[in-house]
């Protein structure tokens, strides 16, 4: 049986990062499933590709061998691609407001570049909206950090999304905020009543520490939290992408730099069966290449 494109490509991936877990993420793949492809092909080859311990992973010499080919191989298959005249189609992106101006809408320009046979286009909402609209097929696709269950979607991982509890430098010069009691004197700013942007911090306390704040504001999007917080109305929990030229301005600082506090997964998310999923994976792969802004 001869290898998958798709198996040399993990292969690949893992070559060069000498990681399992960042070439899993790397190609879109979960690490479970990452390890089976490369198992799949060792098996194909008859002989183990890498050595691993608890520390470290490096080829064999089979490996070794196998790495200039299989580029080789990839890199024929992409001419193969590029070959064959495509036909124009496109694909509709759903996204919250923010993060398309700040970073999809840059990116179309070279997007439309590398594959002129492409058209993107954006729409914005919430995150429940996104995912309706998907699960709809009024859109291809939403980049969303939103949780997924049920086998309705599929979705390939983007760039991690950081978060921190930030505050003005001026009121916070004013009212420092260094544990849990401190919180009764500020006014807590999120999103909505649920605090999904507070979640992030409060779930990494201890289940015995209270957080009880003066007062709650929610503004519907992060823009209007964060130019809440550069008046100084309040505390939030924001991505750090989003606030960083503020904290590099010393606008905003963040509290409690120690403190742990959970991340999500920025995903491009689409619904199963899509018919142009594969294009949707390579779509996956191009939007890595651009940070966050």
Known sequence: MLPDLESLRCFEAAAVRLNFRDAAKAVALSPAAFSERIKQLEYQVGRPLFQRTTRRVWLTPCGEALLPQARRTLEEARRCLSATPRLPYALT?????????????????PLRRAHPERTL???????????????????????????????????ALLHEERYVLVGARALLDERPLRRAEDARRHVLLDVHPDLPLFRYFHDARPASQRWDFAGLEYLGTIGAVRLRLLEGC????????????????????VLLPRADILHDHFRLIWRAGHQRESELRQLAEELRAFPLR
Request: with cysteine; glycine share 10%; proline share 3%.
């Open 93 to 109: 992106i759903g996204t919250r407001f923010e993060l398309g101006l700040s970073w999809l809408t840059p990116a179309l320009t």
């Open 234 to 253: 309040g505390v939030a929990v924001l991505p750090h992408y989003f606030i960083r030229e503020d904290l590099a301005a010393h606008r905003l600082a």
């Open 121 to 155: 286009h954006l729409t914005f909402g919430d995150s429940a909206e996104l995912l309706s609209a998907v699960r709809r097929g009024a859109v291809d696709c939403a980049v969303s950090s939103v949780r997924l269950a049920g086998g309705d979607f599929r979705y």
